[in-house]
């Protein structure tokens, strides 16, 4: 009995002594292939939706340690927000009702159709010139951006009646790359951009409306980057109210959709959480701790900013892999997603 107790306590004792101490830092990879890589090396702190904190167990190499990202002072966390469901404002919601989910459906098969739309592949730059035709359809005056010889974004304005503002909605058509594969990643956020603008053309608002097609993205957010850069560097950059970003919004089965954007905008957060209770059946998780899409550079630039992503905690299981297409999709999930985005542009132009 004695030795028993001394062994337990030894054991104790040794647990402790290997638990791993020291900074805490978040992981702003989780591609695959870079989650395998990191596994040896970390303990999970904690992980709820899109917020992973671990702790080193051992020195992992500089190829691990550029997916992870040492946590200071600031506001992290990942919650639900419970509330009632409220009655949706009229004004709001006779222009969120014209969201068609066969749109969304279609525009994801379209986009699948490309053997790949991986950066700078022939493949990418029909799928930009599709887009583009698309947005110019609506009646949008339109442009390409590119931040490298043929590898470009799109830009798609309809001008404001009064102020000088601009709401800015952004999704990347780039993939990384599988045969007609990036359905959810993502097809499902430029098919969402584009029935906004479709359901936006025409309207009166006050606010400059810019649909922003981004490319690059999975290359380390390069189109994204070098937008917000050029934008920052003319000035322009202050007339942007508003960075609302699609990336991921069509594979779901729980009904909440994640709200992601830094403790500096968390009100802008909370606004959007309640435009959830009101306007969609969807129920709504905000995360502080923002990473890994095209809303880092323009909160980076002190934009108010937000990803809308379907809960990273039941994610596809297809990311980033051959299997992320078309018929894995949750499209009414996806259609509720794009309601919220536009009853988001209303709010912010103050209807
Ligand atoms: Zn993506």
Redesign the pocket.
Known sequence: MKNLIFSALTLLLLTGLTQPVGPIYQVISQHPHDVTELNPYIETVSEEGRLWLVRLKSEAPAKVMKNLRLVGNEKLSSRLIDSEKRSPRASISKTTELVEIENLKADVTALSSYKTRAAGTEDNKRAVTWVQERLNTLGYRTQQICYRTGVCSVIADQPGASETGVLLVLA?LDSVGRDFAGAD??ASGTASLLEMARVLAGKNLRHNLRFFVTNG??NGLLGAKHYAQQLSASGEIRQIKLALNM??VGYNSNGIIELETNAAFEDLANEVAQLVHSHTTLKPKITLGAWG?DHVPFLEKNVPTLLTIEDWSTKTPCYHASCDKPDTLNYEYAGEITKLNIATVLMKDGI
Do not use: K, R
Request: no cysteine; proline share 0%; hydrophobic share 10%.
């Open positions: 990347h990643d993502n993205e999975e990336d991921m899409s």
